[in-house]
């Protein structure tokens, strides 16, 4: 009840007013019982006061208790835990989500001093060990290891720590929160090892790749490299265009127009290029417009066609010439 705190109160005040009310008047005449009857509305609306603030704490050491719980509930229900050294107690007190994080009780934690760092790998000591000493100093600061689990398997945490400082400006306590972050290690090592296969791939590939962004290039793979007859840190910051035959240069550029505004694959299409040796040769080129380092860039892919092309002219120059002569025919 929200007034249980002013009923409660006011309920005897007005009882034993009541019974002197009548003995006033029974005995003091009229006046003396107007005087006690006025004296009993001060009291009760005094009382009723005080039972409302009685009231009011009493809601909102309820409402307290209902984040309290929330608050736990949250935690419980994610993985992390909220920890906090007591240095000078020697104590280390943890929420109950270190049970799921760990799968070891609060009270092996409570009891053993140094039990949380027995459960880390030695081979990351040396780190958590800088953790501390950095927090010690007076500074907030994590730290990411490995910990062995109660069922064997290696995990990974993020731990943190805040600093509290006692009269002496000396860290008497140290707060902080430990998130199991192993399924982001996981998913990190498989990103890692994907790139790798697709770079290991592209890397091999005898087909031409390369990235540019904002008319320079930010990526040129082996095949690009040896075609052009230039290292890597030759090719990156160059302009493609400037490899394209001016025969060709205008479609290059519509076409590199129509990638950023349409955001589609293109058609492959034949280019006509000069190296830098002044060798002509002849790509089978096809663009996607892709996103590279968080910004919009061109990934073309190309196939060396100047044998296939040569072949061709060849062709094409015997059907209308003489094959002794030479001529024209």
């Known amino acids: 009840m929200k007034y249980i705190g002013r009923i409660s109160s006011i309920i005897p005040i007005l009882v034993i007013n009541i019974w002197l009310l009548k003995l006033t008047m029974k005995y003091d005449g009229v006046l003396y019982f107007l005087f006690s009857l006025l004296l009993t509305v001060l009291a009760s609306i005094i009382t009723w006061g005080l039972g409302g603030q009685f009231d009011k704490a009493k809601f909102y050491y309820h409402e307290l208790q209902k984040e309290k719980e929330n608050l736990q509930q949250i935690f419980d229900s994610v993985d992390a835990t909220i920890w906090s050294n007591n240095i000078v107690e020697q104590r280390l007190y943890v929420s109950k989500g270190v049970e799921k994080i760990s799968g070891y009780s609060v009270q092996q934690f409570f009891e053993d001093y140094n039990f949380w760092l027995s459960i880390f790998l030695p081979e990351d000591r040396p780190n958590l060990d800088q953790f501390y000493e950095r927090v010690l100093t007076g500074k907030s600061d994590y730290v990411e290891a490995r910990f062995i689990h109660a069922n064997g398997k290696i995990h990974w945490a993020y731990v943190s720590g805040a600093p509290i400082k006692g009269k002496d400006n000396e860290v ?158």
Not at 252 to 261: C, G, H, Y
Not at 295 to 311: F, L, N, P, R, Y
């Open 172 to 329: 008497i306590k140290i707060n902080g929160v430990v998130v199991d972050i192993t399924s982001k290690k996981e998913t990190m090592e498989r990103l890692r090892e994907s790139e790798s296969r697709y770079r290991s791939v592209v890397e091999l590939s005898p087909n031409l790749l390369f990235i540019y962004q904002d008319k320079s290039l930010v990526y040129a793979n082996p095949a690009t490299t040896k075609l052009l007859g230039m290292e890597i840190s030759e090719l990156i910051g160059r302009i493609p265009f400037e490899f394209i035959h001016p025969t060709f240069l205008e479609m290059a550029i519509s076409r590199t127009k129509e990638l950023l505004q349409q955001k589609r694959t293109t058609d492959s299409k034949e280019y006509k290029i000069v190296k830098p040796n002044g060798e002509i040769a002849y790509l089978e080129l096809l663009g996607k417009e892709i996103p590279y380092n968080g910004q919009s860039a061109i990934m073309v892919v190309g196939t060396d066609v100047t044998a296939k092309k040569q072949q061709q002219e060849k062709i094409e120059f015997m059907a209308f010439h003489d094959a002794l002569t030479g001529l024209h025919v």
